[in-house]
């Protein structure tokens, strides 16, 4: 044992509850599991840390242009009807049906609506903080609330943190960042100010000289994650101020102290740059900070699953027999140099033939260990490359809405969700689906 560690004594811990299926992370992969598997008559918890569904989604209110299957189309479906939901079309650029740019909080309550609609029982502000493995399988989760620390017991475990932090905590192989130089893509620092008079702002060339003035005055500090930037004029570039989020490098979001400096200084240059505006720039005397700014990570742990889909796959448009989730998206990494420059060339070279599509085998939802778990969302078992497509979220609920059936299929027939038939998984799943369309009237 290294010195830095201690033996905690044993403890006993309260069972809360016993379930056919648990599934951890409340983001688009865990809404479409625990749905799926609720639909199918299990006995369903799911536990989210934070206070409200949708993961991602409220940080980045965009579904990009991928088939996204039934559950997803629910969700368009019931967010159109609240005018929640506006679709974006550009025949040249983007995959049908287009892209749709939605009302986070409006998604975030009809998510608990279908959840709810499913019979899905729900832990909002519950951290899923490990597995507990029965016998050398996955049969339930240690989580920790206000409540204190409890186990929910669990025929099949899914894990949807998005950080695969429960198949970690299981044993489960993983991989993280580019396997020759261990880089991870940016995430982002979302914020945003409001009530510039835009018409008022001085020039760029007048901005740039005061940001320059403020950065060596000491009143602006560029974050030291912060990527893109001449720090010697942050946060002016091409032109203008970026006001609305800056990618950050290397940060690890399943470090919590690398998380929180980047966090803690990009909230405190926000306050400065909030300052400086107010006080020196023309046009904002009165603006104000919209958001005190998330971190959104773009990568995490990637699983090893009995499969992993390649980047090959993607640009060739593999179909497999257990192929559970169809997808177009191209691979896109959000790269330092010498990562790849999102060209328009890049992107057309970068995605399955034209009308095409990839399959996601249900292999890559199935760790290799331990036995009673699975995994959907960013976090499953896939080459970097291939991550950069399947990441987004109209897949990441194609992939929860495949993990849920199968663990309701497994559990209704009593084996492992390794155990299941693929084929027959995927004849359940695909039963219906159609490639999505253009609209007959562009937006
Ligand atoms: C900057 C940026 C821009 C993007 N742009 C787009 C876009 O335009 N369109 C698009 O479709 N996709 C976009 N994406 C990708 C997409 O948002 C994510 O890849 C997707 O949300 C992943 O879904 P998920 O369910 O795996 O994870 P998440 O959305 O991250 O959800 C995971 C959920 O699990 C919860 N959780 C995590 N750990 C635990 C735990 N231990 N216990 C309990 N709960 C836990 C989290 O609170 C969260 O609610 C973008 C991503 C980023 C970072």
Do not use: K, S
């Given at each position: 044992m290294a010195v830095n560690e201690i033996m905690l004594p044993a403890q006993s811990v309260r069972v809360a509850g016993e379930y056919d299926v648990v599934v951890c992370g409340g983001g688009p992969a865990g809404v479409g599991a625990a749905i799926a598997a609720g639909r199918l008559g299990r006995r369903v918890l799911l536990i989210e840390m934070q206070s409200r569904l949708g993961g991602l989604m409220a940080a980045v209110p965009y579904f990009c242009d991928s088939p996204g299957g039934p559950i997803f189309d629910e969700l368009i479906e019931r967010l159109l009807e609240l005018d929640a939901a506006h679709l974006r079309v550009d025949r040249e650029r983007f995959h049908p049906p287009g892209r749709y740019a939605i009302g986070p909080h409006a998604a975030a309550a009809i998510l608990l609506e279908m959840v709810r609609g499913a019979g899905v029982e729900l832990l909002l502000g519950t951290v899923a903080e490990s597995a507990w493995l029965d016998d050398g399988a996955a049969a339930g989760v240690l989580v920790v609330n206000k409540a204190g620390r409890s186990l929910v017991r669990a025929r099949v475990v899914i894990d949807c943190t998005a950080d695969a932090d429960i198949a970690a905590s299981a044993g489960t192989p993983f991989r993280q960042g580019?396997?020759?130089?261990?880089r991870i893509q940016h995430g982002n620092f979302r914020w945003s100010v409001k009530g510039i008079d835009s018409d008022s702002l001085p020039s760029a060339d007048r901005l740039e000289a005061l940001c320059r003035e403020a950065v060596a005055g000491g009143a602006i500090r560029m974050p030291?994650?912060?990527?893109?930037?001449d720090p010697a004029c942050f946060p002016f570039r091409h032109g203008s101020l970026v006001l609305g989020g800056w990618e950050l490098l290397?940060?690890?979001?399943?470090d919590p102290v690398q998380t929180t400096e980047a966090l803690v200084q990009c909230q405190l240059a926000g306050l400065q740059i909030l300052r400086f505006l107010r006080e020196r720039?023309?046009?904002?005397?009165?603006c104000r900070m919209e958001s005190p700014g998330t971190f959104a990570p773009r990568e995490s742990r990637r699983i090893e699953g009995l499969y992993t889909v390649t980047g090959a796959d993607v640009l060739a448009g593999a179909k497999f027999e257990d192929g559970v989730a169809p997808a177009w998206f191209y691979t896109d990494l959000h790269d330092?140099?010498?990562?790849?420059?999102?060209t328009w060339d890049y992107i057309l070279a970068n995605q399955p033939p034209p009308g095409d599509w990839y399959e996601i085998p249900y292999r890559c939802l199935v760790p290799v260990e331990p036995p009673g778990l699975l995994v959907a969302g960013r976090c499953i078992s896939a080459e970097r490359l291939a991550h950069g497509s399947l990441r987004i979220m109209p897949t990441c609920i194609f992939l929860g809405q495949a993990a849920g059936t199968a663990a309701a299929r497994a559990v209704e027939a009593g084996?492992?969700?390794?155990?299941?038939?693929g084929a027959a998984l995927k004849a359940e799943l695909l039963a219906d689906w159609r490639p999505p369309v253009y609209p007959s009237t562009d937006a």
């Open positions: 580019d396997p020759d130089d261990g030291d994650a912060v990527y893109g930037f290397h940060v690890d979001p399943t720039v023309a046009g904002c005397a009165e330092p140099p010498p990562g790849p420059a999102h084996v492992r969700p390794h155990e299941l038939d």
